[in-house]
C-alpha cells in the first residue's frame, strides 16, 4: 500500500525560515509534489521533484532523497500571507496509471 | 489560473437523495479528476477520466458515478447521498499523467443532512 506521512500542525516567526518534513512509502514511486492550501480554497502547486537534491524556487525550495523516501519543504523569510496547510503529494504508477497520494497536510501558522 | 469552475459551490440536500456537482474546464486538458477532501484524510481520489467516455475508479469511489461526454465537462453523481458523503469536493485537470501537475477547482461543499 501507500503511506505518507507529514506533522499534522506547525507555527513559526515572520521572517524565519522553517521546514515541513514529508516520508512516504510506495510502490511505483514516479515523483512529489508540493502544494499550498489556503483556507477555504483550492490547492495551487508550488513544486515538483523526481530525482535526487534541491530544487529552488524564490523562497521556496523542495529537497527529496528517493532511497530514503523522504522530502521536505523550506520555506525562508516567512511572510503573514504563508500560513496555510502544505500538502506532500506522490505519484504512484500501478496498473497502467499514474494517480496521485495526498498526505494528510501541514498546517503551517505564521506568527508576528 | 487555469480555467476551471465547479458548481454549485456549496449544496445542502438530504440523505437518499441523488445529487451532481459538475466541473467545466477551458483548457482542453485530456485528464480530470474529482477528489474529497475531509479533515485527517487529505485529498483522496473518488474517480478520474483520461478522455471522453473513459473513465476509472480511485480509492473511495463506491457510492459515486462518473460521466464525461465532452472534454471540457466531468459529472460527479452522489446516486443516493449519505451522510459520510459530506465533504468538500474538488476537481482538478491535468495535461497528462505523472509528472504533470494537477490544476484545482473551487471545490463544492456538500452537506447531506
Given at each position: 500500500g501507500q503511506n505518507i506521512d507529514q506533522p499534522t500542525e506547525m507555527t513559526a516567526t515572520e521572517g524565519a525560515i522553517v521546514q515541513i518534513n514529508c516520508t512516504y512509502q510506495t510502490s511505483g514511486f514516479n515523483g512529489l509534489f508540493w502544494y499550498q492550501q489556503h483556507a477555504g480554497e483550492a490547492p495551487t502547486f508550488l513544486s515538483y521533484n523526481v530525482l535526487d537534491g534541491l530544487e529552488e524556487k524564490g523562497r521556496f525550495s523542495s529537497f527529496l532523497s528517493r532511497s530514503k523516501g523522504y522530502s521536505y519543504l523550506l520555506l525562508k523569510?516567512?511572510?503573514?500571507?504563508?500560513?496555510a496547510s502544505y500538502l506532500c503529494a506522490v505519484t504512484h504508477h500501478g496498473d497502467s496509471s499514474y494517480k496521485l497520494i495526498f498526505g494528510s497536510g501541514t498546517r503551517l501558522l505564521v506568527r508576528p | 489560473d487555469a480555467g476551471i469552475t465547479q458548481s454549485p459551490r456549496h449544496k445542502v440536500t438530504e440523505t437518499g437523495t441523488p445529487v451532481t456537482l459538475r466541473c467545466h474546464q477551458t483548457?482542453?486538458?485530456?485528464y480530470m479528476y474529482w477528489y474529497r477532501q475531509d479533515p485527517g484524510h487529505g485529498l483522496r481520489l473518488i474517480h478520474y477520466s483520461y478522455g471522453v467516455k473513459d473513465t476509472d475508479k480511485g480509492e473511495v469511489s463506491d457510492g459515486y458515478s462518473v460521466s464525461r461526454s465532452k472534454t471540457e465537462d466531468f459529472l460527479l453523481t452522489l446516486e443516493s447521498a449519505t451522510s459520510s458523503q459530506t465533504s468538500v469536493y474538488f476537481c482538478a485537470i491535468s495535461e497528462s499523467e505523472g509528472n504533470n501537475e494537477q490544476f484545482f477547482g473551487p471545490g463544492t461543499r456538500l452537506t447531506v443532512l
Open positions: 523569510e516567512l511572510q503573514m500571507k504563508d500560513s | 483548457e482542453n486538458h485530456r
